[in-house]
């Protein structure tokens, strides 16, 4: 069964690209270098052939990813997003109980997430630890390293 996934228009918008990029361009550049590999000879003792194939096969998994990912993928209207708890797309001030550091997260679908810009997954175990958490709460989330406490500072959109 498929998972909805839910996504800013931006993030859809370069799922889209990126499908397009590779249905468009690389296809037929993996063709090509098909083609050119198999006109050098016996197949069988072909490398490039083999390599160029298995490229292929690649690059046609990840479109089919790509295509079901968009095939189930819904873009959140952010007016209609309640900002009293912890959602997708909420942007989170959180301080870390122990170390009383202070960090801002935005919560994203699995394929926006970019720690560098401060956008986490709502899968990840931070991201599923603060989901439906209000201001004032502090959510206990499970780490690698063990059980840190988070207290939310701040909720916005």
């Not at 800013?8 to 468009?24: P, R, S, V």
């Not at 198999?38 to 052939?49: F, I, P």
């Not at 295509?67 to 708890?85: F, G, H, W």
């Not at 394929?111 to 997954?121: M, Y």
């Amino acid at each position: 069964m498929s998972k909805i996934s839910y996504y800013t228009a931006e993030g859809l918008k370069k799922l889209k690209e990126e499908l397009n990029h590779l249905k468009d361009i690389e296809r037929p550049k993996a063709s090509n270098a098909i083609a050119e590999a198999r006109d050098k000879g016996d197949l069988s003792e072909n490398a490039e052939y083999d390599a160029a194939k298995e490229a292929q096969g690649m690059l046609e998994m990840r479109i089919s990813k790509l295509e079901e990912t968009l095939s189930n993928a819904r873009v959140i209207d952010e007016s209609q997003l309640d900002n009293s708890k912890v959602l997708v797309l909420s942007k989170v001030k959180i301080k870390n109980q122990v170390n009383n550091m202070i960090v801002d997260y935005t919560i994203v679908a699995d394929g926006e997430a970019d720690l560098l810009k401060g956008k986490i997954s709502v899968n990840s175990p931070i991201g599923k630890g603060l989901l439906g958490k209000s201001v004032g709460e502090i959510a206990k989330i499970n780490v690698p390293s063990g059980i840190i406490n988070f207290q939310v500072l701040e909720i916005t959109r």
